[in-house]
């Protein structure tokens, strides 16, 4: 019996992000011959905590399914020190690395998707509207993404929240820079874009987020499909925030074989399928 994985995995590949040029990405490679679909992970956090390693359940999952998988470090906030503009930059970094290095990763730089939860999911979705990027990315997969910057900022304040998480992003409040806000915020690019976006988009929720109201997702959802966008939606019962993925100090993440990811996973697999792949090449699928 071969027991072998049917993927390679690289941790802490550097792409020059950062201040000091040095964060990183963890690659999971399929071993079959490609060039392979690719999807693009960012991690939530609330844009200060945090990193590349929390996609280590879905990295394999999904490279034993025939798509290459690179999870990204971004700069995160600090009190001292917000990461906006930066962070954003990071990206755009690390998206331009990816593409440069397709051939030597065997990846197919036409068929890019976008995955992103909470933090994560609100910069995957400005990366479908971005000039930069628009025209590569194929498929935006957001996990209770932050869709509207400036309605989440006055929800986290205080008595609600301490830490004001997007005033440290930003590192000013939403009456000294509501302009920088909205363009940092999904929701108002779309209207902005004003036109059916080219990217397929899959949202997932649930209707128990504490954190990030549901209704983030469904205002997003609804313009999405006001511009004629190709979008799918998934609301999960039951379910907060977090959970969609893993590191081991958090208890309220979970494993791609852990619910709810047990019952995300079929939904993300059709997806992926239709939005990478719509020749229907095989993919291990």
């Known amino acids: 019996m071969n027991l072998e994985p049917a993927f390679e995995v690289r941790h802490d590949v550097p792409y020059g992000g950062g201040p000091t040029g040095t964060l990183c990405t963890?690659?999971?490679?399929p071993h079959a011959a490609g060039p392979h679909p690719v999807l693009f992970c960012l991690h939530g956090g609330a844009w200060a905590r945090g990193s590349h390693r929390q996609y280590q359940s879905w990295g394999p999952w999904l490279a034993a399914r025939g798509y290459a998988v690179l999870a990204v470090d971004y700069r995160l906030?600090?009190?001292?020190?917000?990461?906006?503009?930066?962070?954003?930059?990071?990206?755009?970094?690390?998206?331009?690395?990816?593409t440069a290095h397709a051939t030597s990763l065997d990846i197919d730089p036409a068929r890019i998707g976008v995955v992103g939860d909470s933090a994560g999911g609100?910069?995957?979705?400005?990366?479908?509207?971005?000039?930069?990027?628009?025209?590569q990315v194929r498929g935006v997969v957001g996990v209770y993404g932050i869709y509207d910057l400036p309605d989440?900022?006055?929800?986290?304040?205080a008595p609600r929240r301490k830490d004001d998480p997007v005033?440290?992003?930003?590192?000013?409040?939403?009456?000294?820079?509501?302009?920088?806000?909205?363009?940092?915020?999904?929701?108002?690019?779309l209207s902005v874009l004003g036109v059916r976006p080219e990217s397929?988009?899959?949202?997932?929720?649930?209707?128990?987020?504490?954190?990030?109201?549901?209704?983030?997702s469904g205002r997003f959802i609804d313009a999405l499909r006001t511009l004629g966008a190709d979008v799918e939606s998934m609301c999960v019962p039951g379910a907060g925030h977090s959970w969609f993925t893993w590191i081991d100090d958090h208890s309220g993440r979970r494993r791609v074989d852990q619910w709810p990811n047990t019952s995300v996973a079929p939904v993300l697999e059709r997806f992926l399928q239709r939005a990478l792949d719509p020749m229907g090449s095989n993919l291990g699928l």
């Not at 963890?26 to 490679?29: G, N, P, V």
């Not at 609100?122 to 025209?135: D, G, Q, R, Y």
Request: net charge negative; glycine share 4%; no cysteine.
């Open 26 to 29: 963890d690659i999971y490679l």
């Open 200 to 216: 397929s988009y899959l949202i997932i929720y649930g209707d128990e987020d504490r954190i990030v109201h549901h209704d983030q």
């Open 152 to 157: 989440w900022s006055l929800r986290t304040q």
């Open 167 to 189: 005033g440290r992003l930003m590192g000013k409040s939403l009456a000294e820079a509501r302009k920088a806000y909205e363009e940092f915020s999904p929701q108002h690019q």
């Open 122 to 135: 609100h910069m995957a979705a400005l990366l479908s509207f971005h000039e930069a990027t628009k025209a």
């Open 77 to 98: 906030s600090i009190d001292v020190s917000p990461s906006w503009p930066g962070v954003f930059e990071d990206v755009l970094r690390a998206f331009a690395w990816l």
